[in-house]
């Protein structure tokens, strides 16, 4: 079975940075993408990037590109996503996702809210 | 960038009604779009795949078609589990881009 297990919940200051992980267990990231994706509080859902982690190759919404780093770690089966210079309009609940051999997202982790607040 | 285009925003269905949601792409995405179905305080769950495919495990009352620009998601026969947000997802070209949603609830 292939499961996407997030970190916890984070709390950060405005201007600070978190890094959020995504660990993947039944599939190996290597052999496929990790997408993060975002869902303000109310809102729709915004796709944020995707790594490739087996050659660390990444490609950005615009909007994110000085907001968010993803970075994956094969050898734990990992990735991350950091986000930095918080601001308020950064809280939302964050999700990764995987596809699969033929389809994209078929896999979706249970997402983690980041709350920023001084 | 590709935007996606739901409508309606919001409906209010029955149980046992016939639901029809509409997705449209600003420019050519082929059959390169997905379904997805949200309910309150969880992931987002593919309904459907390549514009037309069942994921597994999907009941038979979900379909999804279209091409191109155009795409729909129906619902033949409305049940009490289904009241969720339903995005489309375009995966043709990047940045990916999600409908807004539609949102969906009993009457």
């Known amino acids: 079975e292939v499961q996407l297990q997030q970190s916890g919940a984070e709390l950060g200051k405005p201007g600070t940075s978190v890094k959020l992980s995504c660990k993947v267990s039944?599939?190996?990231?290597?052999?496929?993408?990790m997408h993060w994706v975002n869902q303000r509080p109310g809102k729709g859902l915004e796709w944020i990037g995707r790594?490739?982690?087996?050659?660390?190759?990444?490609i950005y919404a615009e909007k994110f590109k000085s907001k968010a780093t993803l970075t994956a770690d094969t050898s734990s089966n990992t990735a991350y996503m950091q986000l930095s210079q918080l601001k308020s309009d950064d809280t939302a609940i964050y999700f990764c996702a995987i596809d699969g051999v033929a389809t994209p997202f078929d896999y979706w982790g249970q997402g983690v809210m980041v709350t920023v607040s001084s | 960038n590709t935007v996606m285009t739901q409508s309606p925003t919001s409906m209010f269905t029955s149980v046992g009604d016939r639901v029809t949601m509409s997705c449209k792409a600003s420019?050519?995405?082929?059959?390169?779009v997905g379904w997805y179905q949200q309910k309150t305080g969880q992931s987002p769950k593919r309904l459907i795949y390549w514009a037309s495919n069942r994921d597994t495990g999907v009941p038979d009352r979900f379909t999804g078609s279209g091409s191109g620009t155009d795409f729909t998601l129906t619902i033949s026969n409305m049940q009490a589990e289904d009241p969720a947000i339903y995005y489309c997802?375009?995966?043709?070209?990047?940045?990916?881009?999600f409908g807004a949603g539609t949102k969906l609830e009993l009457k």
């Open positions: 420019q050519n995405v082929g059959i390169n």
């Open positions: 790594i490739d982690p087996a050659n660390g190759n990444t």
């Open positions: 039944g599939y190996n990231i290597r052999n496929t993408y």
């Open positions: 997802l375009q995966h043709n070209s990047y940045p990916y881009t």
